[in-house]
Protein backbone atom coordinates (compact mmCIF):
# COMPACT_ATOMS: atom_id res chain seq x y z
CA UNK A 1 0.00 0.00 0.00
CA UNK A 2 3.11 2.48 1.01
CA UNK A 3 4.71 1.53 -2.30
CA UNK A 4 1.45 1.82 -4.17
CA UNK A 5 0.58 5.43 -2.78
CA UNK A 6 4.20 6.92 -3.46
CA UNK A 7 4.08 5.93 -7.12
CA UNK A 8 0.85 7.34 -7.87
CA UNK A 9 1.98 10.57 -5.56
CA UNK A 10 5.20 10.59 -7.75
CA UNK A 11 3.37 9.71 -10.81
CA UNK A 12 0.91 12.61 -10.68
CA UNK A 13 2.94 15.51 -8.70
CA UNK A 14 6.64 14.71 -9.81
CA UNK A 15 6.73 12.91 -13.08
CA UNK A 16 5.19 15.99 -15.03
CA UNK A 17 8.15 18.07 -13.85
CA UNK A 18 11.34 15.74 -13.70
CA UNK A 19 12.55 16.32 -17.54
CA UNK A 20 12.13 19.87 -16.66
CA UNK A 21 14.08 19.98 -13.27
CA UNK A 22 16.79 17.95 -15.02
CA UNK A 23 16.92 20.13 -18.35
CA UNK A 24 16.91 23.38 -15.86
CA UNK A 25 18.94 22.14 -13.14
CA UNK A 26 16.37 23.68 -10.71
CA UNK A 27 15.41 22.41 -7.68
CA UNK A 28 12.13 20.41 -7.28
CA UNK A 29 10.42 22.70 -5.60
CA UNK A 30 7.08 21.04 -7.21
CA UNK A 31 7.99 17.92 -5.78
CA UNK A 32 9.09 19.45 -2.44
CA UNK A 33 5.31 20.50 -2.05
CA UNK A 34 4.12 17.61 -3.07
CA UNK A 35 6.13 15.28 -0.58
CA UNK A 36 5.17 17.62 2.21
CA UNK A 37 1.70 17.70 1.62
CA UNK A 38 1.35 13.78 1.78
CA UNK A 39 3.92 13.98 4.96
CA UNK A 40 6.37 12.13 2.86
CA UNK A 41 9.40 14.21 2.45
CA UNK A 42 10.93 13.14 5.88
CA UNK A 43 9.00 9.78 7.00
CA UNK A 44 12.13 8.70 9.19
CA UNK A 45 11.42 11.21 11.86
CA UNK A 46 9.62 9.55 15.15
CA UNK A 47 5.77 10.44 16.11
CA UNK A 48 7.38 11.69 19.27
CA UNK A 49 8.63 15.03 17.67
CA UNK A 50 6.01 15.04 15.68
CA UNK A 51 7.29 12.55 12.51
CA UNK A 52 5.36 9.72 10.66
CA UNK A 53 8.19 7.50 12.47
CA UNK A 54 8.58 5.05 9.30
CA UNK A 55 10.86 2.50 9.73
CA UNK A 56 13.68 1.86 7.65
CA UNK A 57 12.32 -0.54 4.76
CA UNK A 58 9.42 1.95 5.01
CA UNK A 59 11.64 5.37 3.83
CA UNK A 60 13.65 2.81 1.70
CA UNK A 61 10.80 2.25 -0.25
CA UNK A 62 9.68 5.89 -0.53
CA UNK A 63 12.87 6.97 -1.35
CA UNK A 64 13.18 4.40 -3.71
CA UNK A 65 9.74 4.91 -5.54
CA UNK A 66 10.19 8.55 -5.53
CA UNK A 67 13.26 8.31 -7.58
CA UNK A 68 11.56 5.92 -10.18
CA UNK A 69 10.26 9.13 -11.21
CA UNK A 70 12.77 11.71 -10.76
CA UNK A 71 16.82 11.13 -9.48
CA UNK A 72 16.78 14.80 -8.15
CA UNK A 73 13.59 14.47 -6.16
CA UNK A 74 14.69 11.70 -4.25
CA UNK A 75 17.25 13.52 -2.18
CA UNK A 76 14.82 15.55 -0.57
CA UNK A 77 13.81 12.36 1.63
CA UNK A 78 17.18 10.53 1.30
CA UNK A 79 19.10 14.09 2.57
CA UNK A 80 16.69 14.86 5.12
CA UNK A 81 17.68 11.60 6.88
CA UNK A 82 21.22 11.36 6.28
CA UNK A 83 20.98 15.53 7.87
CA UNK A 84 19.18 14.92 10.71
CA UNK A 85 19.95 11.03 12.23
CA UNK A 86 23.15 12.66 14.09
CA UNK A 87 20.79 14.81 16.19
CA UNK A 88 18.67 11.42 16.19
CA UNK A 89 21.20 9.29 17.16
CA UNK A 90 23.05 11.28 19.52
CA UNK A 91 20.93 14.64 20.47
CA UNK A 92 20.23 15.95 23.47
CA UNK A 93 16.24 15.62 23.88
CA UNK A 94 16.50 19.73 23.21
CA UNK A 95 18.00 19.40 20.04
CA UNK A 96 15.75 16.71 19.00
CA UNK A 97 12.51 19.15 20.04
CA UNK A 98 13.89 21.59 18.43
CA UNK A 99 14.76 20.42 14.97
CA UNK A 100 13.05 17.46 14.45
CA UNK A 101 9.76 19.26 14.86
CA UNK A 102 10.05 21.91 11.89
CA UNK A 103 11.68 19.04 9.99
CA UNK A 104 8.91 16.84 10.32
CA UNK A 105 6.17 19.40 9.84
CA UNK A 106 7.91 20.16 6.57
CA UNK A 107 8.95 23.94 7.51
CA UNK A 108 12.44 23.17 7.08
CA UNK A 109 14.93 20.56 5.23
CA UNK A 110 18.66 18.90 6.73
CA UNK A 111 21.98 18.82 4.98
CA UNK A 112 25.25 16.92 6.25
CA UNK A 113 28.14 18.27 5.65
CA UNK A 114 31.33 16.51 6.46
CA UNK A 115 33.24 16.35 3.45
CA UNK A 116 36.06 19.10 2.50
CA UNK A 117 38.22 19.99 -0.33
CA UNK A 118 41.14 17.83 1.24
CA UNK A 119 39.45 15.75 3.60
CA UNK A 120 36.66 13.32 1.41
CA UNK A 121 37.71 9.64 2.10
CA UNK A 122 39.76 10.90 4.34
CA UNK A 123 37.10 12.69 6.49
CA UNK A 124 39.12 12.50 9.86
CA UNK A 125 41.72 14.72 8.12
CA UNK A 126 39.11 17.60 7.93
CA UNK A 127 40.01 21.08 8.67
CA UNK A 128 36.93 22.76 9.68
CA UNK A 129 37.76 23.84 13.40
CA UNK A 130 35.29 25.16 16.33
CA UNK A 131 36.74 26.62 19.02
CA UNK A 132 35.47 27.01 22.50
CA UNK A 133 34.41 30.65 23.56
CA UNK A 134 32.35 30.95 26.67
CA UNK A 135 29.06 29.23 26.10
CA UNK A 136 29.32 29.42 22.38
CA UNK A 137 31.76 27.82 19.59
CA UNK A 138 33.33 29.64 16.79
CA UNK A 139 33.00 27.84 13.68
CA UNK A 140 35.27 28.35 10.62
CA UNK A 141 35.88 26.29 7.94
CA UNK A 142 34.50 25.17 4.32
CA UNK A 143 32.60 21.75 3.38
CA UNK A 144 32.40 20.76 0.14
CA UNK A 145 29.99 18.59 -2.17
CA UNK A 146 27.28 19.18 0.13
CA UNK A 147 23.71 18.01 -0.99
CA UNK A 148 20.91 20.61 -1.29
CA UNK A 149 23.22 23.61 0.13
CA UNK A 150 21.62 26.63 0.19
CA UNK A 151 17.93 24.92 0.73
CA UNK A 152 17.87 23.46 3.23
CA UNK A 153 17.70 25.26 7.13
CA UNK A 154 19.78 22.98 9.00
CA UNK A 155 23.10 21.72 9.15
CA UNK A 156 24.47 18.96 10.61
CA UNK A 157 28.78 20.28 10.62
CA UNK A 158 31.45 18.15 11.58
CA UNK A 159 34.53 20.37 13.08
CA UNK A 160 37.91 19.72 14.72
CA UNK A 161 37.42 20.64 18.49
CA UNK A 162 40.80 18.62 19.48
CA UNK A 163 43.63 19.32 16.67
CA UNK A 164 46.00 16.24 18.68
CA UNK A 165 43.09 13.62 18.81
CA UNK A 166 42.21 13.40 14.66
CA UNK A 167 38.78 11.39 14.98
CA UNK A 168 38.04 11.38 18.42
CA UNK A 169 39.15 15.32 18.47
CA UNK A 170 35.81 15.94 15.88
CA UNK A 171 32.69 17.20 16.81
CA UNK A 172 28.99 17.32 15.49
CA UNK A 173 26.99 20.88 15.59
CA UNK A 174 23.70 21.92 14.53
CA UNK A 175 23.95 25.18 12.09
CA UNK A 176 21.28 27.31 10.50
CA UNK A 177 21.34 28.45 7.17
CA UNK A 178 20.46 31.78 9.36
CA UNK A 179 24.14 31.94 11.55
CA UNK A 180 25.83 35.01 10.79
CA UNK A 181 28.94 33.77 8.78
CA UNK A 182 27.26 30.95 6.91
CA UNK A 183 27.21 31.25 2.70
CA UNK A 184 27.38 28.65 0.09
CA UNK A 185 29.53 27.87 -3.37
CA UNK A 186 27.92 28.62 -6.62
CA UNK A 187 26.06 25.17 -7.96
CA UNK A 188 28.14 22.20 -8.93
CA UNK A 189 28.00 21.38 -12.34
CA UNK A 190 27.38 17.39 -12.38
CA UNK A 191 26.18 14.68 -15.10
CA UNK A 192 23.33 14.15 -13.46
CA UNK A 193 20.78 14.44 -10.87
CA UNK A 194 21.10 18.05 -11.81
CA UNK A 195 17.69 19.29 -9.89
CA UNK A 196 19.43 18.83 -6.45
CA UNK A 197 21.97 21.54 -5.81
CA UNK A 198 25.38 20.35 -4.44
CA UNK A 199 27.78 23.59 -3.08
CA UNK A 200 30.04 24.48 -1.23
CA UNK A 201 29.17 25.61 2.55
CA UNK A 202 31.09 28.21 4.15
CA UNK A 203 31.44 29.23 7.45
CA UNK A 204 33.37 32.39 8.45
CA UNK A 205 33.32 32.96 12.44
CA UNK A 206 29.88 31.18 12.89
CA UNK A 207 29.34 31.56 16.13
CA UNK A 208 26.40 29.43 17.69
CA UNK A 209 25.37 28.12 21.19
CA UNK A 210 26.99 25.28 23.18
CA UNK A 211 23.76 23.80 23.17
CA UNK A 212 23.73 22.96 19.45
CA UNK A 213 26.80 20.17 19.77
CA UNK A 214 25.79 16.91 19.27
CA UNK A 215 26.25 14.29 21.93
CA UNK A 216 29.63 14.90 23.85
CA UNK A 217 32.88 16.62 22.53
CA UNK A 218 35.21 14.49 20.99
CA UNK A 219 31.93 12.28 19.59
CA UNK A 220 31.46 14.06 16.14
CA UNK A 221 33.68 11.57 13.94
CA UNK A 222 31.89 8.36 15.50
CA UNK A 223 28.13 9.50 14.94
CA UNK A 224 29.08 10.65 11.57
CA UNK A 225 29.99 6.53 10.64
CA UNK A 226 26.76 5.33 12.31
CA UNK A 227 24.50 7.80 10.46
CA UNK A 228 26.68 7.08 7.01
CA UNK A 229 26.04 3.14 8.32
CA UNK A 230 22.46 3.50 8.15
CA UNK A 231 22.05 5.91 4.82
CA UNK A 232 24.11 4.09 2.57
CA UNK A 233 21.01 2.14 2.19
CA UNK A 234 19.27 5.13 1.31
CA UNK A 235 21.52 6.06 -1.58
CA UNK A 236 21.04 2.41 -2.64
CA UNK A 237 17.63 2.85 -3.04
CA UNK A 238 17.73 5.40 -5.34
CA UNK A 239 20.00 3.97 -7.32
CA UNK A 240 16.89 1.33 -7.72
CA UNK A 241 14.28 3.62 -8.32
CA UNK A 242 16.36 5.04 -11.31
CA UNK A 243 17.11 1.44 -12.48
CA UNK A 244 13.69 0.63 -12.19
CA UNK A 245 12.11 3.53 -14.26
CA UNK A 246 14.92 3.09 -16.42
CA UNK A 247 13.40 -0.42 -17.35
CA UNK A 248 9.62 0.73 -16.89
CA UNK A 249 10.89 2.93 -20.09
CA UNK A 250 12.91 0.83 -21.98
CA UNK A 251 9.79 -2.21 -21.57
CA UNK A 252 7.68 0.31 -23.61
CA UNK A 253 9.77 1.67 -26.05
CA UNK A 254 10.46 -2.10 -27.17
CA UNK A 255 7.17 -2.64 -27.20
CA UNK A 256 6.65 0.28 -29.60
CA UNK A 257 9.71 0.23 -32.28
CA UNK A 258 9.43 -1.48 -34.64
CA UNK A 259 11.60 -3.35 -37.03
CA UNK A 260 11.33 -6.38 -39.99
CA UNK A 261 7.50 -5.80 -39.36
CA UNK A 262 7.90 -7.27 -35.75
CA UNK A 263 8.22 -4.62 -32.11
CA UNK A 264 11.63 -4.96 -31.16
CA UNK A 265 10.35 -6.71 -27.80
CA UNK A 266 9.83 -10.18 -29.80
CA UNK A 267 13.86 -10.06 -30.97
CA UNK A 268 15.71 -12.87 -28.61
CA UNK A 269 18.66 -10.92 -27.96
CA UNK A 270 16.45 -7.99 -26.85
CA UNK A 271 14.49 -10.08 -24.19
CA UNK A 272 17.89 -10.90 -22.93
CA UNK A 273 18.92 -7.87 -22.21
CA UNK A 274 15.89 -7.05 -20.10
CA UNK A 275 15.73 -10.22 -18.23
CA UNK A 276 19.68 -9.16 -17.24
CA UNK A 277 18.11 -6.44 -16.87
CA UNK A 278 15.62 -7.05 -14.43
CA UNK A 279 17.32 -9.78 -12.31
CA UNK A 280 20.42 -7.02 -11.44
CA UNK A 281 17.89 -5.30 -10.43
CA UNK A 282 16.10 -7.43 -7.91
CA UNK A 283 19.24 -8.80 -6.70
CA UNK A 284 20.34 -5.41 -5.74
CA UNK A 285 16.56 -4.59 -4.34
CA UNK A 286 17.15 -7.98 -2.57
CA UNK A 287 20.92 -6.79 -0.91
CA UNK A 288 18.77 -3.17 0.35
CA UNK A 289 16.09 -4.19 1.93
CA UNK A 290 18.14 -6.97 3.89
CA UNK A 291 20.53 -3.63 4.78
CA UNK A 292 17.51 -1.71 5.94
CA UNK A 293 16.29 -4.42 7.76
CA UNK A 294 19.96 -4.88 9.53
CA UNK A 295 19.45 -1.04 9.55
CA UNK A 296 16.19 -1.35 11.70
CA UNK A 297 17.55 -3.86 14.11
CA UNK A 298 21.46 -2.41 14.29
CA UNK A 299 22.85 -5.87 13.49
CA UNK A 300 26.64 -6.22 13.76
CA UNK A 301 27.32 -6.34 10.55
CA UNK A 302 25.19 -3.33 9.08
CA UNK A 303 28.32 -0.99 8.52
CA UNK A 304 29.19 -4.29 5.64
CA UNK A 305 25.64 -4.89 4.41
CA UNK A 306 25.12 -0.90 4.23
CA UNK A 307 28.06 -0.22 1.95
CA UNK A 308 27.30 -3.29 -0.10
CA UNK A 309 24.15 -2.07 -1.24
CA UNK A 310 25.45 0.96 -2.03
CA UNK A 311 27.96 0.13 -3.92
CA UNK A 312 26.06 -2.38 -5.99
CA UNK A 313 23.66 -0.03 -7.92
CA UNK A 314 21.88 -2.26 -11.07
CA UNK A 315 24.20 -2.45 -14.37
CA UNK A 316 22.86 -3.16 -17.27
CA UNK A 317 24.40 -4.04 -21.17
CA UNK A 318 21.02 -1.59 -22.11
CA UNK A 319 21.04 1.62 -22.91
CA UNK A 320 18.06 3.51 -22.50
CA UNK A 321 16.70 5.93 -26.02
CA UNK A 322 17.04 9.19 -25.61
CA UNK A 323 15.25 12.53 -24.49
CA UNK A 324 12.60 10.81 -22.47
CA UNK A 325 9.72 12.92 -21.36
CA UNK A 326 8.25 11.61 -18.33
CA UNK A 327 10.60 9.04 -16.80
CA UNK A 328 13.56 8.90 -13.85
CA UNK A 329 15.71 8.19 -17.15
CA UNK A 330 15.45 11.96 -17.81
CA UNK A 331 17.31 12.05 -14.85
CA UNK A 332 19.02 8.99 -14.28
CA UNK A 333 22.49 9.61 -14.82
CA UNK A 334 24.75 8.67 -12.97
CA UNK A 335 22.30 6.38 -11.06
CA UNK A 336 24.67 7.28 -7.95
CA UNK A 337 24.97 10.92 -6.49
CA UNK A 338 27.35 12.33 -3.45
CA UNK A 339 26.16 11.38 -0.82
CA UNK A 340 27.24 14.94 0.99
CA UNK A 341 29.81 13.00 3.40
Not at 217 to 244: N, P, S
Not at 293 to 308: I, M, N, P, Q
Request: aromatic share 8%; charged share 20%.
Amino acid sequence: MLRESVRALAEAKIVPFAAAVDEEGRFPQEALDALVANDLHAVHVPETYGGAGADALATVIVIEEVARACGSSSLIPAVNKLGSLPVILSGSEELKHRYLAPLARGEAMFSYALSEPDAGSDAAGMKTRAVRDGDFWVLNGVKRWITNAGVSEYYTVMAVTDPDKRSKGISAFVVEKSDEGVSFGAPEKKLGIKGSPTREVYLDNVRIPASRMIGAEGTGFATAMKTLDHTRITIAAQAIGIAQGALDYAKGYVKERKQFGKPIADFQGVQFMLADMAMKLEAARQLTYAAAAKSERVDSDLTFFGAAASASPPTSPWRSPPTPSSSSAATATPATTPSSA
